[in-house]
């Protein structure tokens, strides 16, 4: 186990409730209560206290001690629920994604606009949708006629490294089109200066749509189309060639706290010591913090209950996903001659065991003693108490659905 594994949750445990007496109105009012359910969410995370499932080895004459395994939290600000949250995402894009190269764009937001999505995360929904449009835009410019029709996928996310408020957008684009036709064209480039420009005019129409009577505003836009005269930055370097990379690349962006643990070098109770790397200088920072201000810091990046970090447009839309994974399997087929690309087979999920037994090279459910499985004796649910217990004499059935309930709640 790495050294400073659990660091984070020792820091909220420590100092969440004083510095939340303090500091919660310097959060948007709006959302304040789901940044506190969070919180304690990820607090709670694996103890008894949101349910558990006790494993025994029945029998066995070592009198091996039960294994208890708590319940995980679901919360995307949790470390570890927030890993296997984007690990589970990776994974099924890898099934989802088509098989044509793509590319990997960040739009950026200027500073002086960040503010705005600070008090209102809905409006980084409304950009997604947005740069699509510029997407759209571009290849419907190519060619009317063909009627071109592009996948994209957006991953919002809103710190940089250093853990400061940095809203952006990152993009999975496929490099080409699909036509009326149902024929695949491809298309590598998109010029630089039309996404720079395009990105800024979509986002200041937007400033100057959700505040029309806001003459500051207005004022700021102007500015900004002066002191930014070549667009806002966009970043399209980096090409995925291939499907798992593009779909693990951008997997990473999904949900994890705003700072890896490994990153942590000390915490003393009052000072939290960490690194990271600068953008422009590719150099290696050290700061250290007083714990409030890195409470603040990591926590104004909890989404909101139920926001949408995710966006599909285009090929990627649930209405034109479908027929669209077909066409390009069969083109992917026929171009290839590998059978194996359609009638490959889904990943299942890794289990909690897997896990377990990957992360520590352990089996969490075998016998010390007698090394069989251990048996599933009791589950217990704060809000129903023990929903199964070995001696209640319950049908094998219900055993079974119990207990792919406890690897659901484990996982």
């Known amino acids: 186990m790495k050294q400073n594994s659990g660091v984070i949750k020792k820091i909220l445990k420590d100092h969440f409730d004083g510095f939340w007496r303090l500091h919660h109105n310097r959060f948007p009012k709006q959302y304040q209560s789901d940044i506190q359910n969070a919180v304690m969410k990820a607090i709670r995370c694996g103890t008894s206290d949101i349910g ?5 080895c029945l029998g066995c004459v070592g009198d091996p001690k039960p294994v208890f395994v708590g319940f995980s939290c679901k919360s995307r600000f949790c470390h570890k629920c927030g890993k296997k949250y984007t690990d589970d995402w990776s994974d099924k894009q890898e099934e989802m994604i088509f098989d044509v190269p793509h590319r990997h764009m960040v739009f950026t937001i200027p500073k002086e606009c960040r503010p705005v999505f600070f008090e209102d995360r809905k ?25 071109l029709k592009v996948g994209i996928i957006t991953v919002i996310h809103t710190f940089g490294r250093d ?15 699909l036509d009326k036709n149902k024929e695949w064209r491809s298309s590598e480039y998109i010029p630089y200066e039309y996404l720079r420009k395009s990105w800024q005019k979509v986002l200041m129409d937007a400033m100057k749509a959700w505040f029309p009577n806001n003459t500051k505003v207005h004022a700021l836009v102007n500015d900004l189309y002066k002191r930014y005269p070549k667009g806002f930055y966009v970043n ?43 953008h422009k200088t590719g150099k290696r920072i050290d700061a250290a913090w007083p714990v409030y201000k890195f409470l603040f810091e990591m926590l104004q990046h909890i989404p909101p209950k139920h926001f949408r970090m995710v966006g599909r447009f285009g090929l990627y839309s649930r ?16 171009r290839t001659h590998q059978l194996s690309l359609l009638l490959e087979k889904k990943k299942r ?63």
Not at 52 to 56: I, V
Not at 164 to 177: D, M
């Open 163 to 177: 853990l400061k408020w940095n809203p952006h957008i990152h993009v999975l684009v496929t490099e080409g089109a």
């Open 123 to 147: 409006k980084l929904n409304e950009l997604s949708e947005q740069v699509a449009e510029v997407f759209r835009f571009h290849y419907n410019r190519m060619s009317k006629k063909r009627q």
């Open 52 to 56: 558990f499932a006790k494993y025994e």
């Open 349 to 411: 999920k890794k289990t909690y065991r897997q896990r377990m037994i990957e992360a520590f090279d352990k089996d969490p459910f075998q016998c010390p003693y007698c090394h069989r499985d251990m048996d599933l004796t009791e589950i217990w649910h704060p809000e129903h108490g023990f929903t199964f217990h070995y001696m209640q004499g319950m049908k094998c059935i219900k055993f079974r659905r119990n207990e792919n309930v406890v690897k659901k709640r484990a996982g």
């Open 319 to 334: 209405k034109l996903y479908r027929k669209t994974n077909q066409i390009l399997s069969l083109y992917a087929f026929v």
């Open 236 to 278: 399209a370097e980096k090409k995925m060639k291939n499907a798992k990379g593009a779909a693990k690349y951008i997997g990473r962006y999904l949900a994890r706290p705003a700072i890896a643990e490994y990153r942590i070098e000390s915490y003393d109770g009052q000072t939290v010591r960490f690194w990271y790397e600068d």
